[in-house]
C-alpha cells in the first residue's frame, strides 16, 4: 500500500538555524499539508499547498515558514530562523483530489524536530 | 471555525472490555469527520471516517463510530479492546478545503 514517507525521523538543531523538512507523497496525490504537534498538544495544521501553490496557511505559518515541491515528488517545510518553540512533531499528508467528500488526508510518520 | 472537542484525556480499560472515546465537533456545514490513532512513535493512521450517508461507520481493527447530528458527535467504540489498542486517539473534523482541526487526543491504556 503507498505511504507517505518523510525524512529525517529526528532532527536536532540549534537555535536560529535553517531547517528543512523533507516529505515524499502518494505519488498520484494533489494536495499536501504539513500539520505540528507540539508534545503534549493536539495536532495542528500548518499550510495547505495546490498545484505549485499555497492554498491556505494557518497563523502559526509566519514568514519563517515556506513550503516547495521541487521536483514533483518531494514536499518540503523550510524554517528560516529556528526558534525553542518550534520544536515539535512535523506531520506531513497528503490526498487525491477526488469527489467532494470523499477524500482522506494520508499522514506520514512524521519527523521530530528538537531546537537547542 | 470549525472545533473539535474531547472531554476524556485518558481512559483505562481492561482487555476484552469494550471501549468507547467521545468526539462533539463544530461545524457550520456539514461536517467531515474523522478518527485517527497514533502508536508512541508512530504516525497518525486512519481508523475511520464520515463523509455522508449511513452514520453508523465501520472501520479498522474493529472500530466503529456513530455521528448523530442532533448530539454534534461522533464518537468511536469498539466491542472489546486487545492489549494492542492502547494508544492516542484522536478526533478529526474537516472543512470544505479539508483542512483538519483535531481535537486534543484521548490517551487509552489497556491493562491485563
Redesign the interface.
Known amino acids: 500500500e503507498p505511504e507517505v514517507t518523510q525524512t529525517p525521523s529526528h532532527q536536532v538543531t540549534q537555535m536560529g538555524q535553517e531547517v528543512i523538512l523533507r516529505c515524499v507523497p502518494i505519488s498520484n496525490h494533489l494536495y499536501f499539508y504539513w500539520y505540528r504537534q507540539i508534545l503534549g498538544q493536539k495536532v495542528e495544521f500548518l499550510v495547505s499547498f495546490y498545484n505549485n501553490e499555497i492554498s491556505e496557511k494557518s497563523e502559526i505559518f509566519d514568514d519563517q515558514f515556506s513550503v516547495e515541491r521541487p521536483d514533483g515528488s518531494n514536499f518540503t517545510l523550510k524554517i528560516r530562523s529556528t526558534k525553542l518553540e518550534d520544536s515539535a512533531m512535523y506531520f506531513c499528508a497528503s490526498r487525491l483530489e477526488g469527489t467532494l467528500g470523499t477524500d482522506t488526508q494520508y499522514f506520514g510518520p512524521g519527523t521530530r524536530l528538537t531546537v537547542l | 471555525a470549525q472545533s473539535v472537542t474531547q472531554p476524556d484525556i485518558h481512559i483505562t480499560v481492561s482487555e476484552g472490555a469494550s471501549l468507547e472515546l467521545r468526539c462533539n465537533y463544530s461545524y457550520g456545514a456539514t461536517p467531515?469527520l474523522?478518527w485517527?490513532v497514533q502508536s508512541p512513535g508512530?504516525?497518525?493512521?486512519?481508523l475511520l471516517?464520515y463523509?455522508?450517508g449511513d452514520t453508523l461507520v465501520q472501520g479498522i481493527k474493529g472500530f466503529e463510530a456513530e455521528f448523530k447530528r442532533s448530539q454534534s458527535s461522533f464518537n468511536l467504540r469498539k466491542p472489546s479492546v486487545h492489549w494492542s489498542d492502547a494508544a492516542e486517539y484522536?478526533c478529526?473534523v474537516?472543512s470544505n478545503?479539508?483542512?483538519?482541526?483535531?481535537?486534543?487526543?484521548t490517551t487509552v491504556t489497556v491493562r491485563a
Open positions: 467531515y474523522f485517527y508512530q504516525g497518525l493512521q486512519l471516517k463523509f455522508s484522536f478529526a474537516g478545503d479539508y483542512k483538519l482541526s483535531f481535537g486534543a487526543g
